[in-house]
């Protein structure tokens, strides 16, 4: 692994590293690695692949990111005619993504908190995707209901969907399964994608016009390390939660 640049911000230390092998960059913050995308801005993360495969499945044409990263989920969005908006709170994040993770000019940027930026517009979008983290956890406020009744309100009445990737350490982790019972709280079709059995998992919790949605398949192979996406997709699977007694 090779160290391409280093950046220290407000929010954290972040490294752009590129693996020797391969010639992918990843994107690490906090020691956590955010991003990793092929040399031409495609993701190597299958639960990006996954809610990729998602949105293509709800034709969406009108999407929010909340978290950038490498901002690979966007250049991909971008390159089948989707309007991307992404926001972060970090504004470095925006000009490592560009400069290193190919995110393309016509990607709409806004450096703003998640619930700041819902809370000044108006507008409605076809899906909100969530994928923000501090370390290894999201914000307490963005993944605390009332943030979730505010996202439901900048989503299209008929057809909006919010998809949230929450990490999981193992089968006992109950933060899916506590995300997914806001969620129901709020939509009456709430889905939980995951793999059980994993360790250090991305489940995949979604709301809204969702009940039609089935396992999504690679739809942009990367030039590295597709069979080995192919390979988990075909592990994830939709299954019931359980509501904690705290939701």
């Known amino acids: 692994m090779i160290r391409v640049a280093k950046y220290h911000t407000d929010f954290g230390s972040i490294e752009v590293l590129r693996a020797k092998d391969s010639g992918s960059f990843i994107y690490r913050q906090g020691g956590c690695y955010q991003s990793e995308c092929d040399p031409n801005g495609v993701s190597v993360v299958p639960y990006i692949h996954a809610i990729f495969g998602l949105l293509a499945q709800a034709r969406v044409s009108d999407v929010l990111m909340i978290g950038c990263g490498g901002g690979s989920l966007g ?5 089948v005619g989707v309007r991307v908006t992404v926001v972060d709170i970090n504004p470095k994040a925006f000009q490592i993504a560009r400069k290193y993770f ?6 709409h940027c806004c450096i703003s908190d998640g619930r700041d930026f819902l809370r000044a517009g108006r507008h409605r979008y076809d899906a909100i995707v969530l994928d923000a983290y501090s370390g290894r956890r999201i914000p307490d406020h963005l993944c605390a209901e009332t943030f979730f009744g505010l996202a439901q309100t900048r989503l299209k009445n008929s057809s909006g969907i919010l998809i949230g990737n929450v990490h999981a350490c193992h089968d006992l982790d109950i933060m899916p399964d506590r995300v997914a019972a806001k969620l129901a709280n709020i939509w009456a079709d709430v889905k939980l994608l995951d793999i059980r059995g994993a360790q250090d998992r991305n489940a995949l919790v979604m709301a809204g016009k ?15 390390g597709a069979e080995e996406i192919e390979q988990e997709l075909g592990l994830q699977a939709f299954r019931p939660w359980h509501v904690p007694r705290r939701a």
Do not use: E, K
Not at 102 to 107: A, D, E, F, I, Q
């Open 75 to 79: 250049t991909m969005l971008d390159r």
């Open 210 to 224: 969702v009940r039609d949605l089935v396992q999504p398949v690679l739809m942009m192979p990367p030039s590295v």
């Open 102 to 107: 190919g995110l393309p000019p016509g990607v």
